[in-house]
Structure formats: C-alpha cells, structure tokens
C-alpha cells in the first residue's frame, strides 16, 4: 500500500514564525502536491512538483515556498506565518505511470496561527 | 482548463435509505472523473474513478458512479447507507492521459447518516 505522512497532525504557530511542514512518500512516485482545505472551499493546489528540484505554482502560492531535495519528501515552507495561514494542509503523491492521475493523501496538519 | 461543482454542501439521509451525491464537471477535453472520502480528522482516501470504458463505476464500501458525458455528471450512489458512511465527499476531475497530473476538486458534500 501507498503510505504518505506528514509531520505532524496538530501544529499551532505565532504569528510571524518560519513554519516547516514535511511530507514523505514511500511509493517512489514522480508527483508530489500541496493542498489546503478549508469549509466550504474544498481543496485548493498551493504547490506541485513533478521531480526532484522541480516546482509549478498552484492555485493559491502566495506566502508559501517549497522544497524537494529528494523523490520522497516534499516540504511546505511558511516564510511568515500569519493568522490567514490557519488551516488543515495536506499533502499527496502520484505516479505518472500509466498517465492514470490517481493521488495519495496523508492525514493532513491542522495547522493553528495565533 | 477544469472545474467541477457540488450543488450540496450537504446532504442528511436516514439509515438504510439510498443516497446520491451529485458532481457536474466542466472540461473541454476527455477527463478522468475521480470521488475521494474523507472521515473525520483523516486524509482523502479514494472511492473509486472513471478513466474509460463502462461508464458505471464501482468502487469501495458498495458505492457506484455513472459517467454521463452528454449531461457532464458524474453522480455518486449507494443503495443503502450506514452511520459509518458519515463523512465528506469530494469529487475531483483532471484532463486524461500524460502530462496532466493535477486533479481540480469540487467544495465537497457533506453526508450526515440519521440513525
């Protein structure tokens, strides 16, 4: 089975702070993404990288940046964090095999900015 | 470029009684339609996805899906609901085939079970 974790589950932050959320996949997939969920906004694309070194802008990119140093972990960084930034993220892996765009999510981190 | 829209933010049914969760899609080129859950404080897990071929769809926990090109929906059903059913749904669509990894997802629905 496909296992992605993130980090950590609960993270609550002040305003201003560096925050780091880390993903890792363990399926050897190309394609990694960054989402976030709010109610009554369902999931919107922050980040995506389709291989190591490699990002495309999402949706909604401002405030946040991204790292991929290796296949199996794609990081979110918060520069500044700020109160807006409150909110569950989660993260997902796919493969480009088979061109079939089926993606894996892990738990998610509610993220709290006060 | 890809949309899909869920009319019903929510839908309460009660036990045992069918349900259907509706997704229209807006693309101009072919797509694979995808439904994903999500129980409370978990990730999206996938129920099941239409990439070609027979147009119903069955995936996971007795749910189905009809693709229905001509009226761009994509409607999930189940026959008979369970309190374990609680939770939120979420459609998702992207362009078919290589090259177009990124799926653009609906507001979700979110289906309350009545005991």
């Known amino acids: 089975d496909v296992k992605v974790t993130q980090s950590s589950r609960y993270l609550v932050k002040r305003t201003g702070e560096k925050v780091f959320l880390e993903c890792v996949q363990d399926?050897?997939?190309?394609?990694m993404f960054w989402y976030r969920q709010d109610p009554g906004l369902g999931l919107r694309l922050i980040y995506f990288?389709?291989?190591?070194?490699?990002?495309e802008k999402g949706d909604i990119p401002e405030g946040y940046s991204v790292s991929r140093e290796k296949k199996e972990r794609f990081s979110l960084i918060l520069e500044s964090a700020s109160t807006n930034q409150t909110s569950m993220y989660l993260c997902?892996?796919?493969?480009?095999?088979?061109?079939?765009?089926?993606?894996?999510f892990g738990p998610g981190t509610r993220l709290t900015v006060t | 470029a890809q949309s899909v829209t869920q009319l019903d933010s929510q839908v309460p049914v009660f036990e045992e009684a069918p349900v259907e969760l509706r997704c229209n899609y807006s693309?101009?080129?072919?797509?694979?339609l995808f439904w994903y859950v999500q129980y409370p404080n978990q990730g999206l897990q996938l129920l099941l996805k239409?990439?070609?071929?027979?147009?119903l769809v069955k995936g996971i926990n007795g749910f189905e899906a009809e693709f229905n090109k001509s009226q761009t929906s994509f409607h999930l059903r189940k026959p008979s609901v369970h309190i374990s059913d609680t939770a939120e749904y979420f459609c998702?669509?992207?362009?078919?085939?290589?090259?177009?990894?990124?799926?653009?997802f609906g507001t979700g629905t979110r289906l309350t079970i009545i005991p």
């Open positions: 997902a892996s796919s493969s480009i095999a088979g061109g079939r765009n089926e993606q894996y």
């Open positions: 399926m050897d997939h190309e394609n």
């Open positions: 990288s389709y291989d190591v070194k490699m990002k």
């Open positions: 693309s101009s080129v072919s797509v694979y």
């Open positions: 239409y990439l070609s071929g027979s147009t």
């Open positions: 998702a669509v992207s362009a078919g085939g290589f090259g177009n990894e990124k799926l653009t």
